[in-house]
């Protein structure tokens, strides 16, 4: 008998996208700019910290395990506190799930090249993990609903989706939905929400609900707190409650809930942070096209670009790399012909645009 189970010593953990600082001792840089992990180029929010200021004088009690959250969440979107967690990060809550519903004998559904986080916390479980071919970068829901087997027991869509930035509709979900049974769980991941919600297209969660689907939301993206790790989710009191029973009992951190319940009250943060966004979506969009490049549309904080083969794209993020920028290769992810940009600061979305003109020009040569 293995002391290391084979599906966990086969798996490869999860890379965090190298920092400026490691970058600039490696190249001899002074001023890297990292569009690797689609952090908020603004920082965190002001009000978040704020609050984080006035727990510190608590930290020698131990936290209530996100139940101040929990009830201001329950509040903002008129649900009782037991349909609502709180974790550390939406990935937390995520470890929780496979943890407290996938059996032996289960099997994860979901499309391929889904988000990497995801993909390792599934495979660490042991259980069998099934994929579907994007269409034309987007979840293909029909051909899910046809996956689904007597052994189906979750079902990861994440929208907007990680890689892609891609979204699905509430027409496609609910058309895929009518093929779901009841004993299938399935995992609505919408870290990216807030850049998406104002597209007539998108299908915020909290307008629709079914007992079978747990919503996952983050503060890391656009409220700036991903060194914090606080996310939330809303289900069917039993789901919550069966998560609450094997979640860490401290959970999230009480300096994490502070910056969570800080944060959601940003209002004038929230509408710099969505302007920014939407001007370097825009920016990175056209001007990578403008190259020849081809950039699958996004309503995130990044863009996916799509090469010719996986020597292309490491020769290109090599060279940005001697240039001061820092992108993700999306080979982990299982897309090794691809890369994806986050969005910076304006003047961060120019220098990457003129990086990748010289990038460009030299892999070409």
């Given at each position: 008998?293995?002391?290391?189970?084979?599906?966990?010593?086969?798996?490869?953990?999860?890379e965090?996208?190298r920092?400026?600082?490691?970058?600039e001792?490696?190249?001899?840089i002074?001023?890297?700019?990292?569009?690797a992990?689609?952090?908020?180029?603004?920082?965190?929010?002001?009000?978040?910290?704020?609050?984080?200021?006035?727990?510190?004088?608590?930290?020698?009690?131990?936290?209530?395990?996100?139940?101040?959250l929990?009830k201001?969440?329950?509040?903002?979107?008129?649900?009782k506190?037991?349909?609502?967690?709180?974790?550390?990060?939406?990935?937390?809550?995520?470890s929780?799930?496979?943890?407290?519903?996938l059996?032996?004998?289960d099997?994860?559904?979901?499309?391929?090249?889904?988000?990497?986080?995801?993909q390792?916390?599934?495979?660490?479980?042991?259980?069998?993990?099934?994929?579907?071919?994007?269409?034309?970068?987007h979840y293909?829901?029909e051909?899910?609903?046809?996956a689904?087997?007597e052994?189906?027991?979750?079902?990861?869509?994440?929208?907007?989706n990680?890689?892609t930035?891609?979204?699905?509709?509430?027409?496609?979900?609910?058309?895929?939905y009518?093929?779901?049974?009841?004993?299938?769980l399935?995992?609505?991941d919408?870290?990216y929400f807030?850049?998406?919600?104002?597209?007539?297209r998108y299908?915020?969660?909290?307008?629709?609900?079914?007992?079978?689907?747990?919503?996952?939301?983050t503060?890391?993206k656009?409220y700036?707190?991903?060194?914090?790790?606080?996310?939330?989710?809303?289900?069917?009191?039993?789901?919550?409650a069966?998560?609450?029973?094997?979640?860490?009992?401290f959970e999230p951190?009480?300096?994490?809930?502070a910056?969570?319940?800080?944060?959601?009250?940003?209002?004038?943060?929230?509408?710099?942070?969505?302007?920014?966004?939407?001007?370097g979506?825009?920016?990175?969009?056209?001007?990578?096209?403008?190259?020849?490049?081809t950039?699958?549309?996004?309503e995130?904080?990044?863009?996916?670009?799509v090469?010719?083969d996986?020597?292309q794209v490491?020769?290109?993020?090599?060279?940005?790399?001697t240039?001061?920028?820092i992108?993700?290769?999306l080979?982990?992810?299982?897309?090794?012909?691809?890369?994806?940009v986050?969005?910076?600061?304006?003047?961060?979305?120019q220098?990457?645009?003129?990086?990748?003109?010289?990038?460009?020009?030299?892999?070409?040569v």
């Open positions: 008998m293995p002391l290391v189970p084979p599906y966990i010593a086969s798996l490869r953990p999860y965090a996208g920092s400026a600082e490691e970058i001792r490696e190249y001899g002074k001023r890297a700019i990292k569009l992990s689609n952090e908020n180029p603004l920082g965190p929010s002001p009000r978040a910290l704020e609050a984080m200021g006035a727990a510190y004088s608590n930290l020698h009690r131990y936290p209530n395990g996100g139940l101040d929990r201001m969440l329950a509040d903002k979107y008129d649900l506190v037991e349909n609502v967690i709180a974790g550390s990060g939406s990935e937390g809550i995520m929780n799930i496979i943890r407290a519903f059996c032996d004998e099997e994860v559904l979901t499309t391929e090249a889904a988000f990497i986080g995801f390792v916390l599934a495979k660490s479980r042991g259980v069998k993990y099934r994929t579907v071919p994007y269409q034309d970068w293909d829901l051909g899910l609903a046809r689904i087997n052994n189906t027991k979750i079902i990861y869509l994440a929208n907007p990680n890689p930035g891609t979204i699905f509709t509430r027409h496609e979900f609910d058309e895929f009518r093929h779901v049974p009841e004993r299938v399935i995992i609505l919408e870290a807030d850049y998406a919600k104002d597209n007539p299908p915020d969660s909290m307008h629709y609900r079914y007992d079978n689907v747990i919503t996952l939301r503060f890391s656009i700036g707190l991903a060194g914090v790790r606080i996310g939330y989710g809303f289900a069917h009191e039993v789901l919550i069966n998560l609450l029973k094997v979640k860490l009992p951190s009480t300096l994490a809930q910056a969570g319940i800080g944060a959601l009250a940003d209002k004038e943060f929230l509408h710099r942070s969505l302007e920014l966004n939407a001007r979506l825009r920016f990175l969009t056209s001007s990578l096209r403008e190259m020849g490049l950039v699958v549309p996004s995130a904080n990044f863009v996916m670009l090469f010719q996986a020597d490491s020769r290109i993020v090599e060279e940005l790399l240039l001061g920028i992108v993700r290769p080979k982990a992810f299982g897309l090794p012909h691809c890369l994806r986050s969005t910076g600061t304006d003047e961060d979305n220098q990457c645009v003129s990086a990748m003109q010289k990038a460009l020009m030299a892999v070409r």
